[in-house]
């Protein structure tokens, strides 16, 4: 191996340590530092845990490297110094947790000002983060003695690195009771509210971005620890913070008083939408994906955002102005943006908490309405499409509270449909909030002759050689919503009645789409992609398609193999057919005549074991190492006895039950077993049983011969000779003399029964098989 010239095992890093003057830098030089400092090597974290060289490496990453360097090593010895101080060494980490001096230099780099190097900053923040995780208790105190660490932080949050450090104070802090204690250190210092002041137009796009992200990941982050540890008594204060009335309705301040920036708005939706989150638990269905719900929203979001509802439909009418952009499909003057884009996102999670004061404004404020005038309006727009198909379902899957009845005050119907439901309204015991939503989703919306008018129009369009839509699919998808959800649903008995109290025109246009169109368009739209019908446009591919069979014909015959008895044309109904090979020519029938179980045994004779033993001991010669090796590789000449190649072959016999093989000319191979009315032999008197099968003619009762057949019994036998090969070889190549006469002897006889009967099966198993799958054999 390639090691073994190499046993010199002393690191060179060794080396430079035995040197009397031997620096930082040029160990830092050496590529194999890293990996000596892990493997713990005694000398190298004695001459690192030295307090200058401490300080050094502390300095390296809190410290920009000189403007005078290389660019590309600039960075190499800060760099290395976060490896070594971070390679989780105890020596090292002791070291360094429990020096305050270290500590303060550490900390000094948070006093300077903005922006910070990104680079150092995340080496200051994989520090730090490693001593909370290894030194959580001396560095949590350290941490806490500092007045304006909290401030600091916030102030360089611009850097996504401070996001990480804070994080890293919420989720690396163990065992819980210590976490509460930072917990609530943190909420003391009110770190969620200046987080919340953070979003707003008059800050930057980056802290904005950072804070509105370390927001969503705190109420995660909190969210999944809460559930893990149910035996905490103390609630979490940061998430109970972000979850209060209090706070939502700051945060909508900052987003919708002043000057509306779509930055400010888009980051603080996504808040909102983190804050209604809920944990997804099993399959979803298509409608629900993302808001399948294992607990119920806190109510003091749901009251926060509540009067805040008309602020996003102003938002969807007329959001921040945006410039036209150049799409693949020509100009959008008017393009959607990203601002009514999470509005929609909103609308659709608020939809999918089924509030009855919520469904209320939604409806007095027709925002369905507007949606679905921007669901066709923007057809090309598929994440708009997406949700507005998420907010019809969720309007239909509404389940029925127990002890509600569906609103039969004509005057309150009227109320709904014309928008004109009141507060006062909402709280009244026999509303039906998911009902009132589905009638204004049919009424007032008109989604039946929407969807007609739509798929009309674009087959028009398709007439005229347009292109097709591209809101069709998601159209698709609501249509079948519908249809489903009025056979078997929540609301099917709402749903029938609307379409009952259709026009009659319009009730006979949606029952033939719905009959005709929709389920043209679920049958082309779920086509089983395992077909017979060529789904590639490669012309290769289509080559290998037919010339085999597909996956789902393969799957078929093995099941039909898997429980089909052993019959008499069992070999002819099993696997491909001929048609599904491409040379006709090589396949090969084979019938099954008689019994079903044909026996295949063959009688023993005495003597058996031992004479069989005896055999192969004398031929099998014993390996000598002293002998010259043979070359196995070596070129010899090997004889054939003279054969006369004939149109085809017959083959015969003598063993029970008998086979025959016929191939005639321009056909495929018959075989044949049958029968043979053979006498037993005499006991205990050995039969050359191999020697038969080639020697014994063909039964007399047999079909006359033809001309122009070959038989076996002119062939000569398989047998060995003394100078042949050894008994494992499977042909005999010098068996026969000039005359064609085997040369055996008689004493001989006995010996090679076994050998030559299964060397006769195994050649017509050879034959068969070679005839069956031609290309499989060469």
Not at 15 to 35: A, C, G, N, S
Not at 184 to 205: F, T
Not at 209 to 216: E, G, I, K, V
Not at 608 to 621: D, G, V
Request: charged letters at 25%; proline letters at 5%; hydrophobic letters at 35%.
């Amino acid at each position: 191996m390639f090691w073994k010239f190499d046993l010199n095992t002393t690191s060179h890093v060794d080396k430079l340590l035995d040197k009397e003057d031997v620096t930082l830098h040029e160990l830092m030089d050496e590529d194999d530092i890293l990996q000596e400092c892990k493997a713990q090597n005694r000398k190298l974290l004695d001459f690192i845990c030295q307090q200058q060289c401490m300080e050094d490496l502390v300095n390296l990453i809190t410290h920009e490297p000189p403007m005078d360097m290389e660019e590309k090593v600039r960075f190499k010895y800060p760099n290395t110094a976060c490896e070594l101080l971070t390679s989780d060494v105890p020596q090292i980490n002791d070291k360094l947790g429990g020096d305050e001096t270290l500590l303060n230099i550490l900390y000094d780099f948070l006093d300077h000002e903005p922006p910070l190097n990104p680079l150092l900053a995340s080496f200051f923040s994989k520090t730090i983060g490693n001593l909370i995780a290894r030194k959580t208790e001396q560095v949590i105190a350290f941490l806490r003695r500092k007045d304006k660490f909290i401030s600091l932080v916030l102030k360089h949050i611009d850097t996504s690195a401070m996001m990480d450090l804070l994080l890293r104070l919420i989720s690396c802090v163990e065992p819980a009771p210590l976490r509460q204690e930072v917990l609530n250190w943190l909420n003391e210092a009110k770190v969620i509210q200046r987080l919340v002041e953070l979003i707003h137009s008059s800050q930057d796009e980056d802290r904005q971005s950072n804070a509105s992200q370390t927001l969503c990941d705190i109420i995660r982050l909190s969210r999944d620890q809460s559930n893990q540890l149910q035996d905490i008594p103390e609630p979490d204060p940061l998430l109970t913070a972000l979850e209060s009335q209090e706070c939502v309705e700051q945060l909508l301040k900052n987003m919708f008083d002043g000057d509306q920036a779509e930055n400010c708005i888009v980051n603080g939706t996504q808040i909102l939408l983190t804050l209604l989150e809920t944990r997804v638990e099993g399959l979803m269905d298509s409608f629900s994906q993302g808001f399948e719900r294992s607990y119920t929203v806190n109510s003091s979001i749901l009251h926060g955002i509540e009067p805040r509802l008309k602020d996003f439909h102003q938002l969807l009418l007329s959001p921040p102005k945006k410039t036209s952009i150049l799409t693949t499909i020509g100009v959008l003057e008017e393009p959607l943006g990203n601002a009514r884009l999470h509005g929609a996102r909103l609308i659709a999670a608020l939809l999918h908490t089924n509030t009855p004061s919520i469904n209320r404004e939604l409806c007095r404020l027709n925002t369905m309405d507007l949606l679905l005038d921007l669901f066709f309006a923007y057809t090309w727009n598929n994440f708009l499409h997406f949700q507005v198909e998420l907010c019809i379902g969720a309007i239909l899957s509404h389940s029925v509270h127990e002890g509600k009845t569906t609103t039969n005050d004509q005057e309150n119907k009227e109320e709904v449909l014309n928008g004109n439901v009141t507060t006062e309204n909402s709280e009244t015991p026999d509303s039906r909030p998911e009902n009132i939503m589905v009638t204004h989703l049919f009424q007032k919306c008109c989604l039946v002759q929407r969807i007609l008018d739509a798929w009309e129009t674009n087959d028009k369009i398709q007439a005229e050689g347009g292109m097709r839509r591209g809101n069709m699919g998601h159209l698709t998808r609501i249509a079948n919503a519908v249809v489903q959800n009025m056979e078997k649903g929540p609301v099917q008995t709402q749903i029938r009645e609307f379409i009952k109290e259709l026009p009659e025109d319009c009730r006979g246009r949606w029952e033939s789409f719905v009959e005709e169109t929709l389920t043209e368009t679920n049958r082309r739209n779920t086509v089983d992609l395992v077909s017979t019908h060529h789904l590639h446009s490669s012309s290769e591919d289509e080559d290998i398609e037919s010339a085999f069979p597909n996956e789902l014909s393969l799957q078929q015959a093995f099941s039909e193999y898997q429980i089909q008895q052993m019959t008499a044309n069992f070999v002819d109904q099993f696997g491909f057919n001929d048609e599904e090979f491409a040379d006709q020519d090589d396949n090969i029938k084979i019938v099954l005549q008689g019994s079903a179980e044909p026996d295949f045994c063959l009688t023993v004779f005495q003597p058996n074991a031992s004479l069989f033993e005896a055999c192969c001991n004398e031929r099998i010669q014993q390996f000598d190492d002293n002998e010259e090796e043979e070359d196995i590789w070596e070129e010899k000449e090997i004889s054939y006895a003279t054969q006369n190649r004939q149109e085809s072959l017959c083959l015969s016999l003598s063993l029970s039950p008998s086979v025959s093989l016929s191939m005639p000319s321009g056909s495929g191979w018959t075989a044949v077993f049958e029968p043979v009315n053979s006498k037993p032999p005499a006991p205990c008197v050995a039969m050359d049983v191999g020697s038969s099968v080639w020697d014994s003619a063909a039964p007399e009762t047999t079909t006359p011969e033809e001309k122009g057949w070959a038989k076996f019994t002119d062939f000569q036998p398989f047998c060995c000779s003394e100078s042949g090969p050894r008994c494992s070889s499977p042909v005999d190549t010098e068996s026969s003399d000039s005359e064609g006469n085997p040369k055996q002897s008689q004493d001989k006889t006995c010996k090679w029964e076994y050998y030559e009967t299964w060397r006769g099966w195994f050649v017509v198993l050879v034959i068969l098989s070679t005839a069956r799958y031609p290309r499989f054999h060469g």
